[in-house]
DNA sequence: TCTTAGCACTCAACGATGGAGAGTGCTAAC
DNA sequence: GTTAGCACTCTCCATCGTTGAGTGCTAAGA
């Protein structure tokens, strides 16, 4: 069977109805709402073909039909057109953002914030992760008599501080000089790429320190370790109470599930993310089970023409894809120009 | 009328046996499970004493009896009696904490972790008020032409680091010399006492560098309003879900609002405690209408005598008070203990 | 050949009905 | 003061029509 242009519309337009009814839609509805120009008869005709097609499915005999999948993946990929998103909207993201500019962390909170309110799901925002930083300098503090703050600076302004126990020296110059060395050996690594070499000048050059060296290498893998689980932000908990999909306790536990585990959701998402722009991943093409009614909108910063992280949004199937799949591309947009500005 | 020994039993059985099984309860219930010696008949005539007496509820004719608010409170104050805890609950904490002890907010995350997991209800810590510490170094260290970041220790190891924009200067000597006079003014003094006439010494004493000392005051301003909302941590989310009474998602929504505006919970738990030990609010004794069916228990933990912060539990009014109690009581009491050994 | 009006059919949703069961209050006997 | 017995109440649950939305099919019309 062929899609000819009119499926196309009668597709269209179950999809959009349904979108904002969240009922099946039936032959009648669309024949008054949407003025095709043709009768309910017809309609009727057209939506069994599209049923055998497996774009549409029928809950029970005799009610109406829900877009499938595969129907969104159409919808998505064909029929949709992305809307430019309001002058409103744009400024407020603007100013949201560029006031959390300073910490890293907090811009990414916002972002999560903005997106979920301006789509009215669930926004999650993962942070640059540590890993991709370049070092830039390592400091040492001296406390009190035991104990030294180590604070860890990249490039991209991304800090780590720590308290490290150590009864060898809290001597500030001694630190000083500490701090100079391991710098001057670290700086210009990717977390991720400090080797064996490195570590060992850097054990032989501080010889005498070499308890408080490791310590403090510790630290910076630490850092690495955790960086994932710490730096993501999920905004719009909430809204995901409003949609009916989950009026149900027992669907909505799956989704509270994976906010409380935030690894996994971080996972979903650098999984999904591709490198070119917008990923959209709808219901049974999710690998996770648990969201297997549940679509997600992502797209990934830059900085530099390298991926640095994702932003993306995750709501029932039955969503407004053309708005979300705006949002997320502006704010991704945005996002990139705001890190360029800021760090270049 | 009298609350005699029967009665206290008969109120006891109630409780326990709603608490387990959320069921109204009634007399054959009591009579045959709790052996108080007597026929269900002679209970019948007591549990019409009890509600007389406002400790039980009939939600309707011919059903079992709830115990009330007043016979909670009843139960609390007079019936109930807190278990010592197990040996290997004991030996999870011990572990648990201490090897968060670095950092105080990984301490804060796991205790609420560690207390939602032994008791399955929401757990609720609050990290110590920075406006509670006493300042102990400010340093600034250069990061590039334009950042200065600005690194604030107190006496407990709590941390603010913010990244500055000025162009004044960004000479290391310069900035090390700022350094030295901001800690030596600021040093001893808490947070929120920091008054005019030491801001006037110090603009006096900086006059070329107003711009930047203005933003790094400005910055310390900025960590005591903000550290309310960031310092909540709140573990088992999920676990409320489990509990009958949520099982409708509109009630659901009331918790869940509360745990996203952590501030709001924050307050409330803030107020609730009272210096001495252990607090419990039941039902509607809570002010805040949306947890009108839950209720808290609460504990400060302390350091050197001074209140810190306080640690508690967020359940339905239908709660397992003695277990629940006795783990807060053990944790905040550790928590003190753990503080001292390690910030005295 | 495509479209449409008409009609019989299906099925969820809703409300009414009527036991079954759990629990109560009251009374009278112990 | 305690208890057995009994009538009574009320929720819960399953059953059963009724209603209404929607379908598929057929036959007539363009």
Redesign the interface.
């Known amino acids: 069977m062929q899609m000819d242009e009119r499926k196309k519309k009668v597709l269209h337009a179950i999809i959009q109805d349904y979108v904002t009814t969240a009922e099946p839609v039936g032959s009648r509805t669309i024949a008054r709402k949407y003025n095709l120009g043709v009768s309910s008869a017809t309609i009727r005709n057209e939506m069994a073909d599209l049923e055998e097609m497996g774009y549409i499915e029928q809950p029970h005999t005799s009610s109406g039909r829900v877009p499938s999948d595969k129907g969104y993946r159409y919808y998505v990929d064909f029929l949709m057109k992305k809307p430019r998103i309001s002058g409103s909207e744009e400024q407020y993201i603007y100013i949201q953002l560029k006031e959390n500019m300073?910490?890293m962390e907090n811009l990414f909170k916002k972002t999560s914030e903005v997106l979920s309110h301006l789509t009215s799901y669930l926004a999650v925002a993962v942070c640059p992760m540590v890993s991709e930083s370049v070092v830039?300098?390592i400091?040492l503090?001296p406390?009190d008599q035991e104990?030294i703050?180590v604070?860890l600076?990249s490039d991209k302004?991304i800090?780590d501080?720590?308290?490290v126990s150590s009864t060898i020296t809290n001597d500030v110059d001694t630190l000083r000089a500490i701090s100079d060395i391991l710098t001057e050996k670290l700086r210009g690594y990717r977390l991720q790429e400090i080797n064996r070499t490195v570590l060992n000048e850097i054990y032989f050059e501080l010889a005498g320190y070499k308890r408080l060296v490791k310590l403090i290498l510790e630290d910076l893998e630490d850092a690495l370790n955790n960086s994932k689980e710490k730096r993501v932000f999920i905004g719009g908990?909430?809204n995901i109470?409003s949609q009916p999909e989950?009026?149900d306790?027992e669907r909505?536990?799956n989704l509270?599930?994976l906010?409380?585990e935030q690894s996994v959701l971080c996972k979903i998402l650098q999984e999904t993310s591709s490198e070119k722009g917008l990923t959209i991943s709808i219901g049974g093409e999710n690998k996770y089970q648990g969201i297997h009614n549940c679509s997600i909108i992502n797209a990934t910063y830059k900085l530099d023409g390298r991926v640095l992280g994702t932003v993306g949004i995750l709501g029932p199937t039955r969503m407004m894809y053309p708005k979300a799949s705006s949002m997320v591309e502006f704010i991704t947009k945005y996002l990139s120009d705001l890190l360029e500005e800021h760090y270049k």
């Open positions: 300073q910490h830039k300098q400091q503090l406390l104990k703050l604070v600076i302004g800090i501080s720590k308290v908990t909430l109470l989950f009026k306790v909505l536990r509270l599930v906010i409380d």
